[in-house]
């Protein structure tokens, strides 16, 4: 694929989501234009770099859906959920057709080939040929000049042409016909007042093509003809180019409409008020003087220069809202210039190849601050301690390149939730929250799919059908969220529906009949509930409102713990269940805590340190401590590494806290905080529990990096379990 | 098509039209890669078309982008015609009927 192809299709993908967005909003708005505008532009901008790769399948298809979209915007047909489905399995269609694309198959297999037909049929038979047809054109009578225009604000326009905007499709040349026939051809029913040749879609030399047309035109044309004769001149090529006709003393509302419909970036307001034919370039000329006139005749400290659109309104030769509606257009050109200098687009690898040199350098640094402290010189020290400053900066903004925000994945959901509510029958409406909440791209990634099943376990099973939500005293619509936010070191997403909440029950049975559990055996409901992340738990057959689609909830549970990260769920019966999934914010630096256990040396995060105590001696032989009276169940790391050898007089615990529990971790020595690079573990220490991954050391030698969440469960666990044991004898 | 090129002036012998407009891109585009000003005589083109005048246009930009000037001169009835017809003769900015060189 060449380079051009590639951009194309990158780019392709942005409109797509762009226009789906889009979509999505006119569904809730049909009668919103600018979201209509956005929606055409989109399909427009694909098709014209579908042409520009010569990409005739994309041309194709996507020509018939602008058609469509045309003939919406032009009001001749009315929008609907039906249309709007189409238009989607439309966009979508346009996505797997870039597939075949980027693939380099030279045409769509006869699968989509056939997908797409029997789109472009349903579009053809329901909504190009229904209503007006072939009579289109004079079903908009030329008649602005018989009503009364006043109270539409801001009044008519000067001229008194008719104004005609024409853009031609790229293959009208190679189709033997020639624009500038038409245009002659249109003087024997008229007279061209003036015509402005615009060649702003005309690419640079090297991808123009020169068999391609580029032009379009705009036409201030007095004439007697009424609409029907002069869109009759275009007859030939009406279906290779995009026509506006305003009759003469249009309305202003109508020009302002068609400026923004005009595909051009219009470079200079008074360009775009001659090319539109509401200026005369006298006019034009009169105020770009004035514009530049003052410098000369006022003093140095006079009034900043008006910009020109305010001049040409003071002097009453235009109307501001046509100015405003210029100069929005344009403002909203700057903006994206604007925004699109402000983003560079770099390969990821590029990214992931200078965190690792980070990654380095954090190490290389420990090493010489090691060497500096042994030395004992105070000004090496202070140097090397400022270079280590630095070096935190430079990977915190390193990592912060990484950082995405969530929201792009969230609005995903905004189409997975209409298709599923509709295909289910159930009316739901989601509620995105946190989009704003940034973590790091590779997770963005791995993070769609357990969300996507989570989202439709909580559609298919969670909410309930319309009729039972009613009859349950619910709000017939049901209510889906999503929402993101911070929490110490993690980033929590949330998944919370108002269904039906799990049933406590049917989970047990289910858990017994598949030897889960022991029957009567006494479990939290939050142990209940989490049971469902069990592999062999779900997919056999409804199991109360979870399961059903082929994966189970345990893999779900397996990709975000390979994220280092856990799930959990809470349920209220009739009120609705709260997926929690919470990650770590990166995968690759952390601040750690150094502490050691006889010569070896451990890297506990340091987001989950709390505090450190000392271990008391009268704690010796019990694993649990008084911590200003709460229980503080701990684990000595002697003990679990399996250490020979005396422990030293004195130890430490540190205590650490993950997802609201509290648990110490009892080490010989403190060693202080140390900047960490993760070095993942070989695949042969997959099922060592406890530990996370490893680390170098300034000397060299390697540390572990201790897995907190997983020592924290066999603290509580273990504690759980004793405490009940007594009770149970009891 | 063939280009008698003299000094700095590339003359273009046959219609602008369609069929020739890929080879003649070519030519122009040479010409802008070698010269940083060069005449583009037009006095030999009996016909022009749509993708005649757009090929103007480029060259005209094109030139203005890389800091080059290419003329447009001698033009012949048929350009003259066209050029008018798109109102391109302002943005074009060369003088129409007398060559450059001896205004």
């Known amino acids: 694929m060449d380079e051009i192809t590639t951009v194309f299709v990158t780019e392709s993908r942005e409109q797509l989501a762009a226009l789906e967005d889009a979509l999505l909003q006119l569904e809730g708005s049909p009668e919103d234009n600018d979201i209509l505008n956005a929606v055409f532009r989109s399909a427009h901008t694909i098709k014209g770099g579908a042409g520009v790769v010569e990409c005739n399948f994309i041309v194709s298809f996507t020509h018939v859906v602008e058609n469509v979209l045309d003939r919406l915007r032009n009001g001749e047909i009315k929008l609907n959920g039906d249309l709007v489905a189409l238009l989607l399995a439309c966009s979508d269609h346009i996505g797997n057709l870039l597939d075949v694309l980027a693939a380099g198959t030279p045409a769509p297999d006869a699968d989509l080939a056939a997908e797409g037909s029997a789109l472009l049929n349903r579009l053809q038979r329901d909504w190009l040929e229904k209503g007006s047809g072939g009579d289109a054109p004079s079903s908009t009578p030329p008649s602005a000049r018989d009503e009364p225009l006043h109270s539409s604000g801001g009044g008519e326009v000067e001229t008194d042409c008719w104004h005609i905007s024409l853009r031609f499709g790229p293959d009208v040349l190679r189709n033997g016909m020639d624009p500038l026939a038409f245009l002659r051809y249109l003087t024997s029913i008229g007279r061209i007042v003036l015509l402005e040749t615009i060649a702003d879609s005309m690419p640079n030399a090297d991808e123009m093509n020169a068999e391609s047309c580029y032009l379009g035109f705009e036409i201030s044309f007095a004439s007697t003809a009424d609409k029907a004769s002069i869109e009759r001149v275009f007859d030939f090529v009406r279906d290779d180019c995009t026509l506006h006709i305003l009759p003469p003393h249009s309305k202003l509302s109508d020009y302002v409409a068609l400026m923004s419909q005009l595909p051009e970036d219009p470079m200079r307001l008074g360009e775009i008020l001659v090319r539109v034919g509401a200026l005369t370039q006298a006019e034009l000329d009169d105020g770009l003087r004035k514009q530049q006139a003052p410098p000369e005749n006022d003093s140095a400290d006079s009034a900043p220069q008006m910009p020109l659109g305010e001049i040409l309104v003071e002097q009453k030769v235009v109307s501001p809202e046509l100015v405003d509606a210029a100069i929005i257009k344009q403002k909203q050109v700057n903006d994206k210039r604007a925004a699109e200098a402000r983003l560079i687009r770099i390969p990821a690898d590029k990214l992931d190849k200078l965190i690792d040199l980070v990654g380095e350098l954090v190490i290389a640094g420990a090493s010489v601050n090691l060497l500096a402290t042994n030395t004992g010189i105070g000004e090496l020290i202070e140097a090397t301690s400022l270079t280590g400053r630095l070096v935190e900066s430079i990977r915190d903004a390193a990592l912060q390149l990484r950082m995405v925000q969530i929201g792009e994945t969230f609005n995903r959901f905004t189409r997975v939730v209409r298709d599923v509510s509709r295909e289910l029958g159930k009316d739901i409406e989601l509620s995105i929250s946190g989009g704003d909440t940034e973590l790091d791209k590779s997770m963005v990634e791995k993070i769609g799919d357990p969300l996507m099943h989570l989202v439709r376990n909580a559609m298919d099973h969670g909410i309930e059908a319309p009729d039972v939500r009613v009859a349950n005293g619910k709000p017939a619509r049901g209510r889906l969220e999503l929402n993101a936010f911070h929490d110490s070191g993690s980033i929590i997403i949330e998944v919370a529906d108002d269904g039906g909440g799990l049933n406590r029950d049917r989970i047990m049975a289910k858990a017994v009949e598949r030897g889960l559990i022991q029957p009567g055996q006494v479990l939290t409901d939050a142990e209940i509930y989490n049971l469902i992340f069990e592999a062999g738990f779900s997919t056999a057959e409804q199991v109360s409102n979870l399961s059903g689609r082929g994966v189970g909830m345990d893999v779900v549970r397996r990709n975000i713990q390979s994220l280092r990260g856990t799930v959990e769920v809470s349920s209220t019966v009739g009120q609705g269940s709260r997926f929690a999934i919470r990650l770590p914010l990166t995968l690759a630096i952390i601040d750690g805590f150094l502490v050691g256990v006889g010569r070896s040396a451990y890297v506990i995060p340091l987001d989950s340190v709390v505090e450190c105590i000392e271990l008391t001696r009268d704690s010796n032989g019990r694993d649990y401590i008084n911590l200003r009276g709460e229980v503080l169940p701990f684990v000595r790391l002697r003990e679990l590494f399996e250490f020979r050898g005396e422990a030293p007089a004195r130890q430490n615990v540190v205590v650490v806290q993950y997802a609201g529990l509290k648990a110490g971790i009892v080490v010989d020595s403190l060693m202080g905080e140390f900047q960490t690079v993760i070095k993942p573990l070989g695949t042969i220490f997959h099922h060592v529990k406890g530990i996370g991954g490893s680390t170098i050391l300034g000397s060299g030698e390697v540390a572990l990096i201790l897995d907190v969440q997983a020592l924290i469960q066999r603290c509580t666990a273990h504690e759980t379990q004793r405490a009940e044991q007594p009770a149970s004898i009891r | ?103």
Request: hydrophobic share 50%; aromatic share 4%; glycine share 6%.
């Open chain 2, 1 to 103: 098509m063939s280009d008698s090129q003299s000094g700095t002036r590339v003359a273009i012998v046959d219609d602008m039209t369609i069929y020739n407009a890929s080879a003649q891109k070519q030519q122009l585009l040479d010409a802008l890669a070698v010269h940083d000003e060069f005449e583009i005589d037009l006095s030999a083109v009996a016909e022009i078309d749509t993708a005649g005048i757009q090929l103007l246009i480029l060259v005209k930009r094109e030139a203005g982008r890389l800091g080059k000037r290419a003329v447009l001169v001698a033009h012949s009835s048929a350009v003259r015609e066209v050029v008018d017809f798109f109102n391109l003769a302002a943005s074009f900015g060369d003088p129409m009927l007398i060559p450059a060189r001896e205004g």
